[in-house]
C-alpha cells in the first residue's frame, strides 16, 4: 500500500489545554486511499488519542473498533510503550464512530498492525519529547539530560523529577515537534510491545457486559443467516425448507436465485450470491435451524 501517512510539523494539532491542567494529543494525516483507485480519496483527521490529567490518570483512545482481533489493546499500547508508561496506569476508552476525528475505522484485511505501527508509535514518541521540553523549561535544564521512566520525567545531575500529569499543563503550551524526527525506541526495550497484555475488556466480555450487534432490536425486527453453496460459483439445487420451516422461532426460509455478474472471474455479483436464506425471530433461532438444512 506505501506510505499512506505524510507527517510535518503541521500534521500534528496543536496542544489544548482541558480542565484541570490535562493535555490532549492529536496528529493529522493526509488523505489516503485504501485500494479505492482513481479519484480524490477522503481527507480524515485523528486526534486525541492521548489524555493525562493533573492527577496523572492516563486516558488513551482505542480507534479501530473490536471484534475479537485485540486491536482495543495493542492499538494503545503502541501509544503506551512511546509513551513511557507502565501498562497497568493506562486507562484504554474505545473511540466513537468519527473519521474526521479518528481517520479509517475499519475493521478487515488484518490491515491495524501494519497501518498504525509507526503514526501511533510517534504520536506517543511526541507527547514523551514534549514533556521532556516542559521539564527542562521548569527546570532551566538542557532537555538532553532529562530522561524519562514509567510516567515521569527524571533529571539525575540534580535529582529532581516530576510526573506526567505535574507537567501536562506546561507541555500543552509548547509547540509539537515534526513527527518525522521524533526518536522512536530501540525495540530491544520495549517493555509493553510484544509482550502479552490481558485484553482491556476480557473481564468485561466474559460477563456479559458489552453490546453486539445481535443484540439490537427494533419492534417486529427479525434476524436471518444465509447458507452459501460451499463451491465456489454453485448454487442451490434442493433444500429441505419446508423441514426447516417447522423448527422453533422459524417465519421463513427463502432460496435466493443469485444475481449474475459482469465480472469474468466471478459469476455472481458480490453479496448476490445463490443461498438459503433463513428468517427467524432470534439470531440464535436463525444460525440453529441453519444446521438443519
Given at each position: 500500500m506505501?506510505?499512506?501517512y505524510?507527517?510535518d510539523?503541521?500534521?500534528?494539532?496543536?496542544?489544548?489545554?482541558?480542565a484541570g491542567?490535562?493535555?490532549?494529543?492529536g496528529?493529522?494525516e493526509?488523505?489516503?486511499?485504501?485500494?479505492q483507485g482513481?479519484?480524490?480519496?477522503?481527507?480524515?483527521?485523528?486526534?486525541?488519542?492521548?489524555?493525562?490529567?493533573?492527577s496523572?490518570?492516563?486516558?488513551?483512545?482505542a480507534?479501530?473498533?473490536?471484534l475479537?482481533?485485540?486491536v482495543?489493546?495493542?492499538?494503545?499500547?503502541l501509544?503506551?510503550e512511546e509513551?513511557?508508561?507502565?501498562?497497568?496506569?493506562?486507562?484504554v476508552?474505545?473511540a466513537?464512530l468519527d473519521?474526521?476525528?479518528?481517520g479509517?475505522?475499519?475493521t478487515?484485511?488484518s490491515t491495524?498492525?501494519?497501518?498504525?505501527w509507526?503514526p501511533?508509535?510517534?504520536?506517543?514518541a511526541?507527547?514523551?519529547?514534549m514533556?521532556?521540553?516542559g521539564?527542562?523549561q521548569?527546570?532551566?535544564?538542557?532537555?538532553?539530560?532529562?530522561?524519562t521512566?514509567?510516567?515521569?520525567?527524571?533529571?539525575?545531575?540534580?535529582?529532581?523529577?516530576?510526573?506526567?500529569g505535574?507537567?501536562?499543563?506546561?507541555a500543552a503550551?509548547?509547540?509539537p515537534?515534526?513527527?518525522k524526527?521524533?526518536?522512536?525506541?530501540?525495540p530491544?526495550?520495549?517493555?509493553?510491545?510484544?509482550?502479552?497484555?490481558?485484553?482491556?475488556d476480557t473481564?468485561a466480555?466474559l460477563?456479559?457486559v458489552?453490546i453486539?450487534?445481535?443484540?439490537?432490536t427494533?419492534?417486529?425486527m427479525?434476524?436471518?443467516?444465509?447458507?452459501?453453496?460451499?463451491?465456489?460459483?454453485?448454487?442451490v439445487k434442493?433444500?429441505?425448507?419446508?423441514?426447516?420451516?417447522?423448527?422453533?422461532?422459524?417465519?421463513?426460509v427463502?432460496?435466493?436465485?443469485?444475481?449474475?455478474?459482469t465480472?469474468?472471474?466471478a459469476?455472481?455479483e458480490p453479496?448476490?450470491e445463490p443461498?438459503v436464506?433463513?428468517?427467524?425471530?432470534?439470531w440464535w433461532?436463525?444460525?440453529s435451524?441453519?444446521?438443519?438444512?
Open positions: 506505501g506510505n499512506e505524510d507527517f510539523r503541521r500534521s500534528f494539532l496543536k496542544m489544548t489545554a482541558l491542567g490535562a493535555v490532549a494529543l496528529l493529522y493526509e488523505p489516503w486511499s485504501f485500494a482513481p479519484g480524490k480519496p477522503p481527507a480524515f483527521v485523528a486526534t486525541a488519542f492521548i489524555r493525562i490529567n493533573s496523572g490518570a492516563i486516558t488513551l483512545m480507534k479501530n473498533p473490536e475479537g482481533q485485540g482495543k489493546t495493542m492499538l494503545p499500547m501509544i503506551a509513551l513511557d508508561v507502565d501498562w497497568k496506569d493506562v486507562r476508552e474505545q466513537g473519521e474526521e476525528v479518528f479509517p475505522q475499519a478487515g484485511g491495524a498492525t501494519p497501518i498504525n509507526d501511533l508509535r510517534r504520536v506517543g511526541a507527547y514523551r519529547q514533556l521532556i521540553a521539564a527542562a521548569t527546570w532551566g535544564v538542557p532537555e538532553s539530560e532529562c530522561t521512566d514509567r510516567g515521569k520525567i527524571l533529571h539525575a545531575k540534580s535529582n529532581r523529577q516530576a510526573t506526567y505535574e507537567l501536562a499543563a506546561r503550551t509548547l509547540t515537534p515534526d513527527l524526527s521524533v526518536k522512536l525506541k530501540d530491544r526495550d520495549y517493555r509493553i510491545v510484544g509482550r502479552s497484555q490481558r485484553g482491556v473481564r466480555i460477563t456479559g458489552p453486539f450487534s445481535t443484540d439490537f427494533l419492534p417486529g427479525l434476524n436471518a443467516v444465509i447458507q452459501r453453496c460451499p463451491v465456489f460459483g454453485g448454487k434442493s433444500a429441505n425448507t419446508d423441514e426447516v420451516t417447522k423448527l422453533p422461532g422459524i417465519r421463513k427463502v432460496i435466493i436465485e443469485g444475481t449474475l455478474s465480472d469474468p472471474v459469476p455472481w453479496g448476490m443461498g436464506a433463513i428468517l427467524a425471530d432470534t433461532q436463525a444460525q435451524a441453519r444446521k438443519s438444512l
